[in-house]
């Protein structure tokens, strides 16, 4: 059973667009919701996270879009630069319960902006 | 410094062999884990470890153990590989196990021939 539904499996941008991914998860208990960034031959990198108290959270030129009710959450990289390209995973856990079952990943997201 | 280190970075070896991997962190976090991503690139949990006490244990075969010596290593020990095991194992901590703030190392891919 995947708890956390990724789409789309691979995105290609032009440079200076916007890059929108988006996850669904089925599980009410989860509170917390990060998103990862994951380059060729490193580990996943936390980029931005949110709890469900807020609708939206940005920081630089990302942000994340909750939508509780919907049970779907999203991440927009605004003037997305070709560094931008990597790997993008969203990612929830149950962290008021201590967060013992740890990170529930979704599939990934191959990100491409072409210069 | 590298917060969270793995070695090896490369593991190749034959079936039936036993091979460790080795975790350190020094963040000072409470909680440490392994992960498995697999060829297609789907990151899942396999164990968690919090003040020497394992939390959780997916269900992975029991070929797989964590050890931990301390609360700064966390090592994964694996008896009679097979093929199947071949992936990228990476190494995480937090500091509650809340999932707030993990750090990953830069994994371990291992490869089974």
């Known amino acids: 059973q995947q708890q956390v539904k990724q789409s789309p499996q691979s995105l290609i941008v032009q440079k200076g667009g916007i890059s929108i991914i988006n996850c669904a998860y089925e599980n009410t208990a989860f509170d917390y919701f990060p998103w990862y960034q994951q380059f060729p031959g490193k580990g996943p990198a936390l980029l931005i996270a949110i709890r469900p108290d807020v609708s939206e959270k940005k920081e630089g030129r990302f942000t994340i879009s909750f939508n509780k009710s919907a049970k779907q959450f999203s991440l927009h990289i605004m003037d997305s630069q070709p560094g931008d390209s990597a790997t993008y995973f969203c990612a929830a856990s149950i962290a008021s319960g201590g967060g013992a079952d740890g990170l529930t990943f979704g599939k990934g997201t191959h990100l491409i902006i072409q210069p | 410094d590298t917060a969270v280190s793995q070695t090896p970075k490369y593991l190749v070896t034959q079936m039936g062999n036993d091979k460790s991997i080795k975790c350190e962190q020094n963040l000072g976090h409470d909680t440490m884990y392994w992960y498995k991503q697999d060829s297609k690139k789907f990151l899942k949990i396999m164990f968690s470890?919090?003040?020497?006490?394992?939390?959780i244990n997916e269900t992975v075969p029991n070929r797989f153990s964590p050890k931990s010596p301390d609360k700064a290593h966390l090592n994964l020990h694996i008896n009679s590989l097979e093929l199947g095991d071949s992936a990228v194992y990476f190494c995480a901590s937090s500091q509650d196990g809340g999932g707030y703030g993990y750090t990953f190392g830069s994994g371990t891919r291992l490869t089974v021939v």
């Open positions: 470890y919090n003040n020497k006490e394992l939390i």
